[in-house]
Every structure is written in structure tokens, then in C-alpha cells.
């Protein structure tokens, strides 16, 4: 049975169901996808910015992201019962997903997984099947079983000549159905769409992304990380040191040096900073009555407000209280 992504009007005569989304101020915006169970931290330096087109068909569900200018890690589960696969071009520098470097190219992960990626400023187009409508068109198209191909990790394909390729043909296809968004045949241009999607995929996958899957094995840096993440979560309050962690997490201080490199790039102290900084950014950008800038400082354990502001500033390109100001005119 195919999975319908529910995302608006659900009668077959409406028009397509079309979202936009810019990404400004906090990750709400990117965060909010019909389906996805997602979170998000800015790990670079600047002002988050970017935009999203999302396209929804039967059983397939398109993004258009547009991440104009930091690096983001994302992590959590994407709509139960799918595979997505990710064209990423103009990427600045080299991503990671799930500890597999990620440039221009073309990927694909079973969301029986989570994912773990750091995503750079890239324009990026995620294309999310329903497992089951995929695997039965590969089988009688391409004669390709799909059910344990990812069932490990991921699958990446360094390309960006294929990227430029499927982007193309994929943004065709967006400018085809704006141009026949209306009610009119709207189930017959829904269907005609997703044969579409489902056969430029096809051959992309068998010629591209069977012979590109890893063989490496990410299972015991990730769950170092995961568990690293959800430790520094219950005490963002009283933030521990390094050691702490270790002694925690009964790791060495190399192994985890070691999984936070070859996950996302980045040291544990700098991951540790940007997680107590941006859940100090999403407090503030809530803006509820009554909160003042000291009780983010408060709340996710930071010694000196002038310290806090610098390196919040830093991060994010304007002080805490401007992100307070805005969300406050924004209510």
C-alpha cells in the first residue's frame, strides 16, 4: 500500500500541495516538514539563512532547500515506511552523512535509520519514496532488490555531473507542476509526476548508488554521539566537562574525540558549546512574556552574561537580545 503524505488538502480533484518556508532567526521553519521527526544546530558561524519549495504527491514527497549560508547538523527520523534519496549541488565544502563525507552528488538512506548529517550551504533536493511503491517498481523495472540494501547505512555517490543532471530534470518537474497547479486533472498530474520522479530514479540508483554504498561500518561512533547528545541534553543546566562525559558515557577521551570526528567534524567541546548556545537561541526566540536574556544564561549553564553574549554573537551574528526583540515583534 502506498504511503500518502499528508500534507494538506487530501481530495484527489485539489490542487498540488505546494509549501514554502524560509529559514531565518531559529529552526522552526526547518524543522517543520510533514512527516519528519528532525532537529536541527547551526555548527558554523553566521546568520541562518535560507529557503524551501515542498512538493507533494501520492507516495512521493519533494523538498527544494536552499541552506544559503552555515553549517547545520541534522538529526532524528524521516516519515516511517520511506527511503529518501538527497541531490545535493554547489555544496561549500564537504558534508557528512551518517560519518560518510557528502559532497556534490547523489545519496540515499532507509529511514528504518536514523540520520546524523551535517549539511554545508548547498542547494540540496530530498526526494522521499515510499519503500514499498520503490522497491516494487526497481524490481520489475531493474530487476534490483532493495530490502537490505540499506538497511546497514548509507549509500553516497560523489558525482557532481550527476547532480547537475538529476537537478535539471528534477526542477523541471517542480516548473511543470506550478504550471498546472489548478484543481483541473489535478489526480492524473499528481500520478503523471510521480512516474516521473520514479523513473529518472530508477536507473540512478541501479547505474549509481548500488556500487557507492559504504562498507564502512558506522555503528559504534554514532552511538557514541547519539548517546553523547542525549547526556548533554538532560544536564544543559550544569553542562559537563570533557571528562565527565567520558567517565559517563565509559568512553576514553580519544574514542570520543574520535566518533565526533568521524560523525560530524567536529570536537566534542565545539558540539557541546553550539548544543548549549542554540538551545539558549530557541529559548530566546520564543519570546515568552516575562523572559529576560539572564535566564537563558541561566538556564543552560553559562557563567558571565558579557561572555555568553560574545560567543552568541559570534555564532549567530547579532546578540541574545536582539533575537529577543525580534521574536517579541514577531508575537
Given at each position: 500500500?502506498?504511503?500518502?503524505?499528508?500534507?494538506?488538502?487530501s481530495?484527489?480533484?485539489?490542487?498540488?500541495?505546494?509549501?514554502?518556508?524560509?529559514f531565518s532567526a531559529d529552526f522552526a521553519a526547518m524543522e517543520s516538514i510533514p512527516g519528519w521527526h528532525i532537529q536541527c544546530l547551526q555548527v558554523s558561524r553566521g546568520a541562518l539563512a535560507g529557503h524551501s519549495v515542498d512538493l507533494h504527491l501520492?507516495?512521493?514527497?519533494?523538498?527544494?532547500?536552499?541552506?544559503?549560508?552555515?553549517?547545520?547538523?541534522h538529526f532524528g527520523c524521516g516519515p516511517e515506511g520511506t527511503i529518501t534519496f538527497g541531490v545535493a549541488r554547489a555544496m561549500q565544502g564537504v558534508g557528512m552523512l551518517n560519518g560518510i563525507p557528502w559532497r556534490d552528488g547523489f545519496s540515499a538512506f532507509d529511514t528504518r535509520r536514523e540520520i546524523d548529517s551535517i549539511v554545508m550551504p548547498t542547494q540540496l533536493i530530498s526526494i522521499v519514496v515510499d519503500r514499498c511503491l520503490l522497491g516494487e517498481y526497481l524490481w520489475h523495472t531493474e530487476h534490483a532488490d532493495i530490502e537490505r540494501w540499506l538497511s546497514d547505512r548509507p549509500a553516497v555517490a560523489n558525482d557532481a555531473s550527476l547532480a547537475a543532471s538529476l537537478s535539471q530534470r528534477l526542477h523541471l518537474l517542480l516548473d511543470r507542476a506550478d504550471a498546472r497547479s489548478d484543481a483541473a486533472n489535478a489526480q492524473a498530474l499528481r500520478h503523471h509526476l510521480q512516474q516521473g520522479v520514479m523513473e529518472l530514479l530508477g536507473p540512478s540508483i541501479v547505474d549509481h548508488l548500488y556500487a557507492a554504498r559504504s562498507d564502512r561500518s558506522e555503528a559504534p561512533h554514532i552511538d557514541v554521539v547519539r548517546r553523547a547528545r542525549d547526556y548533554l541534553r538532560e544536564h544543559q543546566d550544569d553542562p559537563p566537562s570533557i571528562g565527565q562525559l567520558c567517565l559517563a558515557l565509559g568512553v576514553s577521551r580519544r574514542w570520543l574525540q574520535w566518533s565526533f570526528n568521524e560523525v560530524l567534524q567536529i570536537s566534542p567541546h565545539a558540539y557541546l558549546r553550539a548544543m548549549?548556545?542554540?538551545g539558549a537561541r530557541r529559548m530566546l526566540a520564543m519570546g515568552s512574556p516575562g523572559v529576560q536574556v539572564k535566564d537563558a544564561v541561566e538556564a543552560f549553564g553559562f557563567w558571565h552574561l558579557s561572555r555568553f553574549s560574545h560567543d552568541y554573537r559570534s555564532l549567530f551574528g547579532e546578540l541574545p537580545s536582539e533575537t529577543l526583540r525580534r521574536a517579541r515583534l514577531r508575537a
Open positions: 500500500m502506498e504511503r500518502q503524505f499528508e500534507a494538506g488538502p481530495d484527489a480533484m485539489a490542487p498540488l500541495v505546494r509549501r514554502e518556508r524560509e501520492p507516495a512521493i514527497q519533494l523538498l527544494f532547500e536552499d541552506y544559503r549560508n552555515v553549517a547545520t547538523n548549549r548556545l542554540g
